[in-house]
């Protein structure tokens, strides 16, 4: 398994690039790469060609994985697609870096499913019945699926929650008090209290 922080959003409205906020002393792509690190994984950031040089600076260059450009769509998707065609054989534990309240205790529940329910092709938490799929984990099987799917021309959406239609997905409801851990932050006039 590899795990993958996803930094390659635009943060148009947050005008900054999420992942090099800092909280404390780490910037927010540290801090997530630090959660999944703590579950004993390997992991990776994915980044646009934009930010490389940007992130280059701050993480080791053979850490980060350019959105690969034979690929014809934009987004997370993007982001998770191209980690996959660089690692084909390897699940991928996924977050994205702007949920800096993420906790422990969700992601070791998101790898007791994955360890419990190995047939699913994904694995993702949901609230009122719809997915949270940046904090995920997506087999390679279902990948390579996907990637069929988008070599076809047959995937019609370049949604994560579209993708999630296509591949046998575990879905684990959150608890009321657990839907803090997804809150992303996307402006500035978000981030206080943090």
């Not at 499913?113 to 997915?131: G, H, I, K, L, M």
């Not at 940046?134 to 996907?146: D, P, R, W």
């Not at 579209?162 to 608890?175: G, N, Q, S, V």
Request: proline share 5%; charged share 20%; aromatic share 8%.
């Amino acid at each position: 398994m590899l795990g993958v922080i996803l930094c390659g959003g635009q943060s148009t409205r947050m005008g900054t690039d999420k992942g090099l906020i800092k909280l404390h002393a780490n910037t927010w792509a540290q801090t997530a790469v630090d959660k999944i690190s703590s579950l004993h994984v390997n992991v990776v950031l994915s980044v646009n060609e934009n930010q490389y040089s940007d992130y280059s600076e701050v993480f080791p260059e053979k850490q980060l994985i350019k959105d690969n450009p034979e690929l014809t769509i934009k987004g997370p998707l993007a982001g998770v697609l191209s980690v996959h065609l660089q690692f084909p054989g390897e699940d991928l534990f996924v977050l994205a870096c702007d949920m800096p309240l993420m906790d422990a205790v969700i992601l070791n529940g998101l790898l007791g499913a994955y360890n419990e329910q190995p047939s699913a092709e994904a694995y993702v938490f949901t609230r009122n019945d719809e997915p949270e799929p940046l904090c995920a984990i997506y087999t390679a099987k279902g990948l390579a699926y996907i990637i069929h799917l988008l070599k076809a021309k047959e995937l019609t959406r370049h949604s994560m929650k579209f993708m999630l239609e296509h591949i046998h997905t575990c879905t684990i409801p959150l608890h009321e008090d657990q839907n803090k851990y997804f809150r992303n932050f996307n402006a500035h006039a978000e981030l206080n209290g943090l």
